[in-house]
Each structure stands twice: as structure tokens, then as C-alpha cells.
């Protein structure tokens, strides 16, 4: 052990509080078990997909475009995963692809244009992961709230829709609600940078010896590109679910709610 | 005269299930019509159809010889006005609600709005939430005639309401219907309301016109005794 290595106790150790949490699951007949098992086994099978694939990725005079390969195929997985999680909003698959790669062109060019860090393979994978992983969870919520205020608030979407508003003005206290709500998360994250957590690309670089300050310098620019990321995703989502889930003579479509 | 709305063979059909079944019906200018049937009949879904909330999965609905599919839904909705069965209303105060209707009405226009509706001004500053059912429903009301509208939709208004309340707003839905000449069409399955308000009456069965024409006559008593029972 030491300098970042695991082995299969420290591991096992790690693992003690998702043990906790499963004895308070059943406890309290939360029912979370089958998800916490299963999203452990999942995150463990994945990391050590993703390592495989990195190693493979840093071999020695390795071409770069397997790696933006594997950025593209992580911003159609991300895109499939919005469109499942809201799947009552027909078209959103197209929409969440599209302000996923819009948000990583303008992200990666900015970190690799200013020369943030060296475009090889061991910047582009992980940096488009923080990038994808951090909006996605907002991108979802913002899918998934739109639906949801939508569905719920449906009387008070027809009685605007009745007074003559159009789709947008109607469905827009909703969406800006579903918005806020998404981005609540990010936001109050990076209030919190450095007072409440040390993000992880600072932490990684402190650890790799790199002065802290320029560690700062770096972990801010990145905190700045997944907030823009998280919020840009975020409001096209919204605002795209918005336009699907009423027709284009202002109706509201019917929404099943989701079990 | 050409007729306030006109159904020709509309049918909706949600899911495979048939909602109305070829439905041929007119609605006239200057009545206040009672749509009437038993609860899942089909007559909320008819009056969707007259402000193009929903549309007919098949069938034409004219407003005034019109094809609604020809009019714009926005200015549509502004010439045909709807109270829904349970009041809406958004957060704030009633003067709120109101601006939600007219964004430009200054007070002494909201308080002419509310005395419409036999409300006072005071009622103005309420919080919309503290208000009783049948206040609401008049608060929703005024709202939707501060869009000037030329019908209003009522899709059983009343339902939420205790019986004093129910009378009070029917009371006041004539008095509007004969002195603004705006033009009503009410839905109900209530048997005494149907016989209090209506001058005209359509009666629908299982998503089937039963009967549409005068409220007095023999066909229009035979349509209430075969709903009577129904919703007994």
C-alpha cells in the first residue's frame, strides 16, 4: 500500500459502508437494496472496463483518435441514457445528442486550444468523462423534472393554454422550475469548492506533485467548463422537452406518469 | 343563422378505446346549451374539441362555419373561454391571477372583473390558495372573461361545489349568458342543474349523441329519463 495503490482488503474495507447503508435499507424497508448491489457490481465492472480500455488507450504511439472514439461513443451512451430516463418525451434522444456534443466541442476545444493540459489520451478520456458524467445527472434531471412538472401541473398548463398562451409561455414557470431544480446540485458543488471538498482533478494533481496554486488555476477552469456544461445541457434539455411534449398547435400531449 | 359550433361525424378515439363515435351534432348562437351524460359519456372530451385542447381523431368541429383546423388556437382560445370543473389557480394573489388573463388591466379593470362575478375589490389582495371553492370558481371565471371571450366552456363548474354555491354560480352564469350576450355551454351530469339551466341540451350515451335540440320537448324528456336512470 501507499501512492494511491488498493489492494483487495483496502477494497473490501471501502465497501463497508454500502454495507451500512444496505443493513439501514432493510431496516428502514427503503427497498434500495437491489439498486445499491447492483449499481456497486455495475461501477466496479465499468471501472475496470475503463481501466483495461485506458491501458489500451496509453500504450506508447497510440493514435489519439481511438481516444475521441471513446469520447464519442460516451456522448451517445449519455445521450441514450437522458432519452431512457424521460422516455414519455418522444424525440429527445436527437436533442440530448446534440447539446451533449455541442457542450464537449466547446469544452474539449477550450481545454485543449488554451493548452489547459496536452491533447493525448490521458487528458482526453477523463477530462471528456468529468465533462459527460458531471452534466449528465443535471442533463436527466432537467428530461426527467420537465416531464414530471409537466404531467403534474397539467390542469394549470391548460387553464394558460385556455387563455390563449402559446406552448412556450405556458409550459415556462415549469420548465424554469425543472431547470432550477437540475442545476441546484452543480451550483451549490461549486459554492462549496475548497471550503466543503477538494474537487478531484485539483486533488489528483496536488497528489502528482503539481503546486497547488496552479492546481487551483486548473481545477477552476474545469470547475467552470462542467458548470457551463452542466447548465447549457441542462436548459436545452428543458426547453427541447418542452417543445416535444406539446404539439405544434399548442396542444399538451397526454403523459403517462412514470412508474 | 349559421350555428356557434357544428360537429360533423367527429369521432375520438384514445388508445384504441372510442371516446365519441361519429358525432353529428349544432350547437346555437345565443343559448346556453347544457352538454349532459353520465360520468366517461364523452361530454368533457366534446367541449375539449370546441377550443382545440383536443382534436377529433376524425370529423370536422366548426366555430361559427369555420373549420377549426383553419383557425389559429391562440386567438381561438381568447374568443372561446374555459372554466374547468376543478377551480385553477396559480400561486399569488387574486389580482395575480387575474394580470395572468390581462397583463395591462389596471385595478379599477380587475375590479370590474370581480363585480362580474360578484365578487367585491377587497378580494383583490387575497392569497388565491385561502379562498373557498366556489370564490375560486368565480375568480376563474372573472379571468376568463377578461379575455372577452365570445362563449365560455363550463366543464362542470359546479362538481367541487356545495349545493348554496352551485345555485349562487349558476345564477350568476345567466345573469352574464342573457346580459353580456355571451354565449354558454355548460357541462353537467347533475339532473336538477340540466333542467334549471338549459335552453338547448345535448345528451350524449357511451361517446353516442342521444338527443341535441330544444330542452323543451317530449324527445328532450325522453334523453333525461334514459340519462336519469343511467345515472342512477
New interface residues.
Partial sequence: MGQGDVDALGLVTSLLLIGVALAVSLGQQLRLEKQLVWATLRAFAQLIVMGFVLAWLLEPGRSVLYSWLWVVGMVLFAAWTVRNRAPEVPGLFPIALAALTASMVVTMGVIFGLRIFPMEARAIVPLGGMMIGNSLGSTVLAARRTADELTDKR??V?????????SAQAGRPYVREAIKTALTPRIESAKAAGLVFLPGAMTGLILAGVDPIDAVLVQAAIMYLILGTAATTSVVIGLGSVRRLFTP???LR?LVRKA | MTNLFSFENVNVT?EDTKVLGDVSLQIPVGHLTVVAGASGSGKTSLLRLC?????PTAGTVRFRGTDLAELD???L??RV??V?Q?P?L?GGTVAENLH??ASDAGPDQLATALAGVELGAEFLARIGDDLSGGEAQRV?LA??LL?EPEVLLMDEPTAALHPAARRSLEATVQILQQESKVDVVWVTHDMEQISRMADHLVVLADGDVLYSGPAQSAEADWALATLAEEVD
Fill in positions: 390542469p394549470e391548460e387553464a394558460r393554454l385556455a387563455l390563449g398562451y402559446s398547435d399548442h396542444r397526454r | 384514445i377550443n382545440r385542447l383536443d382534436v388556437p391562440l386567438v382560445r381568447r373561454g374555459m374547468f376543478q385553477v396559480f395572468v388573463a376563474c379571468r376568463a379575455c
